[in-house]
């Protein structure tokens, strides 16, 4: 009898059910009207007199373990029942928050989309570049001041033939635009580009810029200006007003700077455009016959004309960004506003 009590005890430890059903069959097996310890419970009448105080109570101990057990297993399905009741599966799921493109993104693909429209192809670069790309073929002079430290990160001694460095514009995309392509050519080099300044408000260490081309023959000065003219208004809507400069850049000949009204403070003077009203988005020119001839195109039967702009200043006047620097530092607050820009 001994043995079967233990037996019994050691079946209700284990006993696992995980459906009412089970539960029960295992209630009537051990409680039942011909269930094992029911049966036990008779078996007592013909245990031994001296022995019936100890197997007495093991009866009972074992009685009340497999009442307990019962109940136990019944409150856990219980509960698991209530649970998979309060789960209501056709209530619509918790929506995911949506993440948002980059401003700079946004800009850099509305403005590549528009020369796009214009019929202009697009090109990229690599980022780290030889000296040649990024200044030789683009007629800088030996001693130009953009070649010096403050302005160019080099990655090797920039005292050897031919340095690399980490490009400073991306007008070297252009270069190999020229080297390869066959004429005409017409692309947009959307790009990252490096240069050793200071942070600020208006300027920062990396930045993007999206520089066009465009070699044919006949390309005049008023095609480019026609060109810019066309994409501001597209860029900014039809009552900014631009304007050009005259400027000098080593590459192009005639050379012009081209601005755009300040629409954070509507020509008043802020401190973004530092109180002019207008706000220097582009430089531009005719490419210098030297730069044409550098990558091998004869300058007397082809003509062009090259821009370059700032991908954060574009997006600066177009979203009212007081500060560069937000760019760049991922605050969430910032980043949250051009969610619906998608
Ligand atoms: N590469 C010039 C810059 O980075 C921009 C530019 C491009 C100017 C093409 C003229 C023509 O400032």
Redesign the pocket.
Same mark, same amino acid.
């Given at each position: 009898m001994k043995e079967r009590i233990e037996a019994i005890l050691k079946e209700i430890e284990e006993l696992k059910c995980k459906k009412e059903q089970e539960i029960e069959e295992a209630r009537v097996r051990l409680l039942g009207k011909k269930g094992e310890i029911t049966r036990l419970f008779e078996d007592f009448r013909t245990v031994a007199p001296e022995q019936k105080r100890e197997f007495g109570q093991k009866l009972n101990a074992l009685k009340n373990a497999a009442a307990a057990k019962i109940e136990e297993l019944r409150n856990a399905v219980g509960e698991q029942g209530a649970a998979a009741a309060a789960f209501d599966v056709t209530k619509p799921g918790d929506s995911l928050p949506l993440g948002s493109r980059h401003p700079v993104s946004i800009a850099r693909e509305e403005i590549v989309e528009i020369f796009r429209k214009f019929g202009y192809d697009v090109a990229e670069g690599p980022e780290v570049e030889d000296d040649w790309h990024v200044f030789e073929a *683009?007629n800088f002079p030996p001693e130009h001041p953009a070649r010096e430290m403050q302005d160019t990160f080099f990655v090797t001694d920039n005292e050897q033939k031919n340095p690399i460095l980490l490009r400073?514009?991306?007008?070297c995309v252009?270069v190999r635009c020229m080297e390869t392509m066959k004429l005409p050519i017409r692309v947009v080099c959307p790009g990252r580009?490096f240069r050793n300044e200071a942070i600020s408000a208006r300027a920062h260490c990396i930045f993007h810029?999206v &520089?066009? *081309?465009y070699i044919d023959e006949n390309v005049t000065f008023a095609d480019m200006k026609q060109a810019i003219l066309l994409f501001a208004r597209e860029m900014f809507g039809p009552e900014t007003s631009i304007r050009m400069r005259p400027?000098y #850049?080593p #590459?192009?000949e005639p050379? %012009? &700077?081209v601005d755009v009204s300040c629409n954070i403070c509507h020509g008043k003077g802020c401190n973004i455009c530092k109180g002019t009203g207008w706000l220097e988005i *582009?430089?531009?020119?005719m490419?210098d016959p030297n730069v044409l001839e550098a990558s091998g195109i004869d300058s007397r039967k082809y003509s062009g004309? %090259?821009?370059?702009?700032?991908v954060e200043r574009i997006a600066m006047l177009k979203w009212q960004v007081k500060d560069l620097r937000n760019y760049f530092e991922n605050d969430l607050r910032f980043l949250k506003e051009f969610e619906t820009s998608i």
């Open positions: *683009l400073t514009h991306t007008s252009q580009v810029q &520089e066009g *081309l400027s #850049f #590459f192009t050379s %012009a &700077e *582009l430089g531009c020119g490419v004309f %090259a821009f370059g702009m700032g």
